[in-house]
Nanobody, 123 residues
């Protein structure tokens, strides 16, 4: 089994920045494709960003392109989400997910999910 733990959420004013982190533990002998999803109150969970197992390919939702950057850390199966120019509509619970397949991550069907970290952007 793989456990994912997110951190870095918080309260920030519009226009501010936050950096989310996600670290995997457990059966981490393999490199996993990883990604971020978010869910706002009363809304469905939506895709935010994903990164391939090697870090060579990234994908972003149109709503965050140019503002958010996903990257892999030096530690195995660690991923970051740098969020700049935050807007109130970015307020949500942000989840980290991982799978051996990037396509599976993109589809929102990741094998592993974290508990989420709350991001709140005030206007």
């Amino acid at each position: 089994q793989v456990q994912l733990v997110e951190s870095g959420g918080g309260l920030v004013q519009a226009g501010g920045s936050l950096r989310l982190s996600c670290a995997a533990s457990g059966r981490t002998s393999s490199n996993y494709a990883m990604g971020w999803f978010r869910q706002a109150p009363g809304k469905e969970r939506e895709f935010v960003a994903a990164i391939s197992r090697t870090g060579g390919s990234t994908d972003y939702a149109d709503s965050v392109k140019g503002r958010f950057t996903i990257s892999r850390g030096n530690a195995k199966n660690t991923v970051y989400l740098q969020m700049n120019s935050l807007k109130p509509e970015d307020t949500a619970l942000y989840y980290c997910t991982a799978s051996v397949s990037r396509a599976v991550v993109l589809a929102g069907s990741g094998d592993y999910w974290g508990q989420g970290t709350q991001v709140t952007v005030s206007s």
